[in-house]
């Protein structure tokens, strides 16, 4: 079981994702063999994550098997006992609900991860999810509010020393400013 675990990382961090799946769904085909329920669902929960990333870099991040794979490892999630891996996968359904154009559920996915980031000390985590809330707020109308949530994820990510999302959430700030008219010109 750990042997195609361990070949579905090594095919994902080649790229190699459809050779991830194929190993992700023999391994996730073998769990039932697993006795103990924990070591199970732990296993389970990696190999659930995994999937989600090869599914969304094959399907694209609207596909139904890529909730699929993230809404069970939440569920995985809720049974051990949260862990650091919520993130990952609450960042996964968030994206998930975007692309479907389900923004108020995209909102409150980022909204939980939100929480779960504060309450664990996950800067980087919480920096990101700032920021898409922030834009999940914008899409729905609610500008201001967004345009604030996206400075402070910015702001989070620069004290943090984190370069993800440059220059991609600048100029997402900027578009959105520039739509509300609070964008200066020169």
Known sequence: MTYLGQAAETA??????QEAIEHLNKGLAQLPAIPDLPERNQQELALQIM???????TKGYAAPEVEHAYARARELCQQNGESPQLS??????????????EYQTAHEQAGELIKFASDQGLLLWLAWAMSTRGRELVR???REEGITQIQQGLTDHRAIGSHIGRPYQPAHLQKHMANMGSLKKD
Not at 12 to 17: K, P, T
Not at 91 to 99: A, I, K, P, T
């Open 12 to 17: 994902l961090r080649r790229s190699a994702y």
């Open 51 to 57: 999937l989600g990333a090869a599914l969304t870099a």
């Open 88 to 101: 990952i996968i609450l960042n996964g359904l968030s994206r998930f609900y975007v692309v479907r154009g």
């Open 140 to 142: 729905q109308g609610v």
